[in-house]
């Protein structure tokens, strides 16, 4: 079983956040293969189904965005599934917006969303894909930034990103990580092969 994680802060105060793009993504892929997300064990949401022939699990913590690894270390460990079918999706202020990066592994990269999942899984060495948001303006704090809406001239950028993060994920469930990385890491994407 193939498992997505999307990060981002529950509650309505902080929908539609920059730092919950993740949840937003995996929301959209949720709303594509209409599947439902319903109250889980381990502090989180999930939706259960299939893309293609794949099961997926599709969860999005509850836990905050700095304590996301308290759901996801024991939801990964109970799943005994491998690292390999576990795919992070997350902001990243040292992307442009409009830019996604797909990696096998990696570091933390300051996220604190990644960094408490690499330290409850005890490795970094699962996949993510990481959305930009671009940095603040200098007369921003990071935090007031991140925790803020997307622009109205950012909105067809942010709708545009989204729509690739799906055919992204898509992907990888049907390709693997190295595929997804070939088509989705440049600024312009070809679309997905569906099964």
Known sequence: MKIIV???????????????????VVGALAKQRRLRFRRGRYQCTRAQGQIGKERVLLVRPQTYMNASGRCLGPLFRQSGG????????CDDVNLDLGRMRLRRSGTAGGHKGLESIIKHLGTSA???????????????DMM?????VFRRGERPLVD???????????????????????????????????P
Request: no cysteine.
């Open 6 to 24: 999307g990060l981002g802060n529950p509650g309505l105060r902080y929908r539609r956040t920059r730092h919950n793009f993740g949840f937003v």
């Open 160 to 194: 545009e990103v989204l729509a690739r993060a799906v055919q992204a994920l898509e992907t990888w469930v049907y390709h693997g990580v190295e595929e997804a990385m070939n088509r989705f890491n440049s600024p312009l994407a070809t679309s997905v092969d569906k």
């Open 144 to 148: 007031s930034y991140v925790l803020g």
């Open 126 to 140: 699962f996949p993510r894909l990481r959305l930009g948001v671009g940095q603040p303006p200098e007369w921003m």
């Open 82 to 89: 491998s690292l390999r079918d576990l795919m992070v999706v």
